[in-house]
DNA sequence: GTCTATAGATCGATAGAC
DNA sequence: GTCTATCGATCTATAGAC
């Protein structure tokens, strides 16, 4: 687990920014519409803020890549059980995403030139979600090679389930795709393992 | 091939629209833009389309069903050679969204609430693309239970591809996806054909 | 139909009272 | 550190000349 700083206001103020720039994407989310999801007025914001929301939104990729590193991306680089920590990083990530109702802030960034200022922590949020997975179907004897195509299998398919389940409003599609994922992962530890 | 109306001038707008539409989504895509992708004064863009740039999208919507209508989804619905139609489904879609360079802007408009004007309009379109891409497996004597499942894994798949490969800025990681999504139907098409 | 000019609203950001 | 008031810029949309 990553050493966590003291609370201050601005820490506690980022995941009701999060929760806003997720529904409304960089552009679409109005300093009026953080200023609502937080409870803060602008100049509370520009307080913690200075940047504006530029600062804000690095604020809350910052606070997001912490979450998947201590949730996700550790327990798949310090693996024991190779197939427990799968097993556990899908348990996860439904939930984390609301079985897709949640869109991921981090891919979202990563579709529009509005994001291209995040374009770093874009990149390496997702490069190391797949290395992370990677090491840890290596560890379980999958061969490299392989072991990094079925990590970026997982991973682009994870962000896929999200779009599709939002496009059909469908929970039930973002599961059943998860869960084809995650056999496949199994499938492979179990033949190789 | 679906009846094609006389081409007005709105409808040679409309790819300089979805470009643009493409590359900022649909808050940051402002006007100015929308007139500097067409060529087109804004007095222009509003007699073409009076509802803005609600009624704009709307066109670019329709506009992009139509091709996807043509190129994707009839041959599909109308398959004789299911191999043959899904391999060419897979290079169309390469083409069409550049190695995942080009977002997918129906897939996009999904993603956050500035889009839920258009959410019928997103859900038909990747509806009609699952089910004829279930149909083509169908028609292959892929089971329909299976059919279904294998057509929601490879769109959702491409849609992730394009994240993936965008978040990356590495085509190639497109292309390995969308080959191994290629892969998986017709290896069903093969075992139960 | 095309454009420029501009209205009216809202944007991000700042200033200053408390 | 909180807020309200407000700035200048920019937004969508409209009006009107040509």
Redesign the pocket.
């Given at each position: 687990m990553s050493t966590k700083r003291a609370l201050?206001?601005r820490e506690s103020a980022l995941p009701a920014l999060a929760e806003a720039f997720r529904e409304h994407g960089f552009?679409?989310?109005?300093?009026?519409?953080?200023?609502k999801a937080t409870?803060?007025?602008?100049?509370?914001?520009?307080?913690?803020f200075?940047?504006?929301?530029?600062?804000?939104m690095k604020a809350v990729l910052e606070n997001i890549d912490g979450w998947f590193a201590d949730a996700i991306f550790s327990p798949l680089e310090n693996v024991s059980d190779p197939a427990a920590a799968v097993t556990a990083m899908f348990d996860d990530v439904t939930a984390y995403f609301r079985s897709g109702r949640r869109v991921c802030v981090v891919g979202c960034l990563g579709l529009n030139s509005s994001g291209e200022t995040f374009a770093v922590e874009v990149k390496d949020y997702f490069a190391r979600w797949i290395s992370a997975l990677a090491h840890c179907l290596e560890v379980a004897k999958v061969p490299p090679a392989m072991a990094m195509d079925l990590a970026e299998e997982a991973i682009s398919g994870i962000q896929g389930a999200i779009v599709l389940a939002r496009a059909l409003s469908d929970d039930t599609s973002f599961q059943r795709i998860v869960h084809r994922l995650q056999s496949t992962l199994l499938d492979a530890i179990g033949r190789c393992g």
């Open positions: 201050t206001d552009e679409g989310a109005t300093l009026a519409a953080l200023s409870g803060l007025g602008k100049g509370s914001l520009y307080n913690f200075p940047g504006g929301k530029d600062e804000m």
